[in-house]
């Protein structure tokens, strides 16, 4: 994306860089609206229709949007399909605002960090993460929308092909691990097959 000329898409630049691997829900009004890849993605993804917003350097920006009061359907259609998505909202009056309203992302849902009611009800929503240390493997799940938590290690020679069993069994919707360490660096090691992964920053979970 190269830079944008109207203060607007200044903004949303701006944001975006903030949350590179997300979905950018940005709020205009009673919309939001996505732009660019994001606005491709989605519309194809939730069937809607793509537009596009005034040229850049000759260009169309590409766009979709969603009512502000229907937005929580469509970002659960995508949280189900494995996408991650950040809301950006406006966080001062637009009648107070002097220049540009002031947006900002309040919140950011991941696979495993959806708790509300588009879950599967007989289904666990698992949030995993997994740390090897030495010839020790261990792993944690959370499920936030139960508050249902497991956490166990293993030790030796079978390490990984324990927690590789335990990770199958759990189904786990997103794995986490930690930025400071390899992703699965030794073969046969640990993996949920269609399971998100993302780094976590040190010390944090999410």
């Known amino acids: 994306m190269s830079e944008p000329s109207t203060p607007l898409m200044r903004q949303y630049a701006s944001i975006k860089k903030q949350h590179p691997n997300a979905l950018l829900f940005f709020r205009l009004g009673d919309f939001y609206e996505l732009f ?41 259609k995508l949280i189900r399909r494995g996408f991650k998505v950040a809301v950006c909202e406006q966080v ?35 949030l995993a993460a997994v740390a090897t240390v030495g010839d020790r493997v261990g792993f944690a799940a959370l499920d936030l929308s139960t508050g249902e938590f497991r956490a166990t290690e293993f030790a030796g020679e079978s390490a990984g ?9 759990l189904r786990p919707k997103e794995m986490l691990y930690g930025s400071s360490a390899p992703l699965f660096e030794k073969s046969g090691s640990v993996g949920t097959g269609d399971s998100p992964v993302r780094r976590a920053k040190p010390g944090r979970l999410v």
């Open 161 to 169: 092909r324990r927690i590789q069993e335990e990770l199958e069994q």
């Open 92 to 126: 001062e009056d637009p009648r107070l605002a002097t220049k540009l309203v002031r947006r900002e992302v309040t919140r950011v849902v991941t696979p495993g960090t959806a708790a509300d009611s588009s879950l599967n009800p007989e289904e666990n929503n698992f």
């Open 36 to 76: 660019f890849d994001d606005a491709v993605l989605a519309a194809r993804e939730l069937q809607i229709t793509l537009t596009s917003r005034n040229k850049e350097k000759g260009i169309a920006i590409p766009m979709c949007g969603v009512p502000y009061h229907a937005a929580e359907g469509y970002i659960s």
